[in-house]
């Protein structure tokens, strides 16, 4: 079964600018989540996509969008773009979100976000 | 505010070592807990998972929970130079399915 996927991998914007990243999880996961990673923050949590609606959000600001389409795919949008945004975004699937005792996340290989 | 905590490190043990490391949670409620393994420059991959309290084991690494003490830790037996990356542990608490991640400890395993 194929993995996680995420597209592009790298990226190069200038403050003020908009990005789109691009997620495909895991075949018959329906739930997306959504993370960002920097070395003085950690892993912290954006937004979760089931079922083409948004489940969960964390703490950041409405310059980060979501979407989910009815495939499971999913996109993240950031609008005006700050240089604090350079990080690595991540995409995990699970196969529901919901039964926590068996459902666990499966990460994508990241975009690898850069804002000068 | 649910927190997991973790010794940033680096821990660094021999090859062949036992590697120990921990990580506590502020939530009683808390779940589900999760380790996973990340190589400089790649993304988590999930090592194992524990919902119940004692051991688990899975092939040299062991997780322990004490939900009493809150605390959960992996143990790598046999620690080997490929082992050497930062360990993230991940627990989920009743009523959300979201992990909250600690930010991990950097393991180098030296031969």
């Known amino acids: 079964k194929a993995g996680v996927t995420q597209t592009p991998r790298y990226l190069i914007k200038t403050r003020g600018q908009q990005v789109t990243l691009s997620c495909s999880p895991i075949?018959?996961?329906?739930?997306v989540s959504w993370y960002q990673q920097t070395p003085g923050q950690g892993l912290q949590f954006l937004f979760e996509?089931?079922?083409?609606?948004?489940?969960n959000k964390g703490n950041f600001p409405g310059r980060f969008s979501g979407r989910q389409f009815s495939n499971s795919r999913s996109e993240m949008n950031v609008s005006t773009l700050e240089l604090g945004d350079s990080a690595l975004y991540l995409c995990?699937?699970?196969?529901?979100?919901?039964?926590?005792?068996?459902?666990?996340?499966?990460f994508g290989p990241g975009t690898r976000l850069t804002v000068l | 505010q649910k927190e997991v905590e973790q010794n940033s490190g680096p821990l660094s043990v021999p090859e062949g070592a036992i590697a120990s490391l921990n990580c506590t949670y502020s939530d009683r409620g808390s779940q589900s807990f999760f380790w996973y393994r990340q190589y400089s420059g790649k993304s988590p991959e999930l090592i194992m998972f524990?919902?119940?309290?004692g051991d688990k084991e899975d092939g040299r690494f062991t997780a322990q929970l004490n939900k009493a003490s809150q605390y959960v830790s992996l143990l790598i037996r046999d620690s080997q130079p490929s082992d050497s990356a930062t360990y993230l542990c991940?627990?989920?608490?009743?009523?959300?399915?979201?992990?909250?991640f600690g930010r991990g400890t950097s393991l180098i395993v030296h031969p």
């Open positions: 075949s018959g996961h329906r739930s």
């Open positions: 996509y089931f079922s083409e609606t948004q489940r």
């Open positions: 524990i919902y119940s309290n």
């Open positions: 991940a627990v989920t608490s009743g009523g959300s399915y979201i992990p909250t």
């Open positions: 995990a699937s699970s196969y529901s979100g919901t039964r926590v005792s068996t459902d666990t996340q499966y």
